[in-house]
């Protein structure tokens, strides 16, 4: 069965962004998918819960779209987590609305793929750095995907930001067709 995917873009400055512009452009208009640009809807960083509520409600899947910053997601993202999923809608007494959804992370770092090790400079593996979100997800009953993770994002050349881009594009398409 198809399932409708909201994909929750935070990158508080879209205007540099090489990777994630690409990979935005790359499922822009896809059918099944909402693509939601967090800090162009709320710039003051306030933001509608029951809007957002509303949405979560609307959709299957939920894709956290950012850059990896300080080894977690930008703030308006910590933001969006802190106050939509709220206690008796998230998770707690009566808190059941978002059981069964799945959870992507797609992310892009600066930090090559070598550096998310134990022996490595970022010393933790991206599973262990993401745990914040796995749990969280956990929490409100939700099943935690393999995060889709491009690595290295400062190396690549245009023909490789435009294969990522097609990759990401037939991931989100795989999660429209139920997979
Ligand atoms: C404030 C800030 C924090 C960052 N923290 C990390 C980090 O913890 N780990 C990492 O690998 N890259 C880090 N980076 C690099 C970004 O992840 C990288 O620039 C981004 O993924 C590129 O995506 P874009 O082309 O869409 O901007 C950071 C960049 C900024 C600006």
């Given at each position: 069965m198809?399932?409708?995917?909201?994909?929750?873009?935070?990158h508080p400055a879209l205007h540099r962004s090489r990777i994630n512009a690409a990979l935005?452009?790359?499922?822009?208009?896809?059918?099944?998918?909402?693509?939601?640009?967090?800090?162009?809807?709320?710039?003051?960083?306030?933001?509608d819960v029951e809007t957002e509520q509303e949405l979560l409600l609307e959709h299957d899947v939920i894709v956290w779209q950012h850059p990896f910053y300080w080894y977690s997601a930008p703030a308006l993202l910590k933001e969006?987590?802190?106050?939509?999923?709220?206690?008796?809608?998230?998770y707690g007494e009566g808190g059941t609305r978002l059981v069964g959804k799945r959870v992507l992370s797609a992310l892009t770092t600066g930090g090559p793929e070598e550096a998310y090790q134990k022996t490595g400079y970022n010393r933790f593996t991206m599973r262990e750095l993401l745990a914040p979100f796995a749990q969280t997800s956990f929490l409100c009953?939700?099943?935690y995907l393999e995060p889709f993770i491009i690595h290295g994002v400062r190396g690549l050349t245009a023909e490789q930001v435009q294969e990522w881009a097609q990759r990401y594009r037939?991931?989100?398409?795989a999660l429209v067709a139920g997979d």
């Open positions: 198809a399932s409708r995917v909201l994909i929750l873009f935070a935005m452009e790359a499922v822009q208009g896809m059918e099944g998918v909402t693509f939601r640009d967090l800090y162009e809807e709320y710039p003051t960083l306030h933001v969006w987590q802190d106050v939509v999923l709220e206690y008796g809608f998230a009953g939700m099943e037939a991931r989100i398409a």
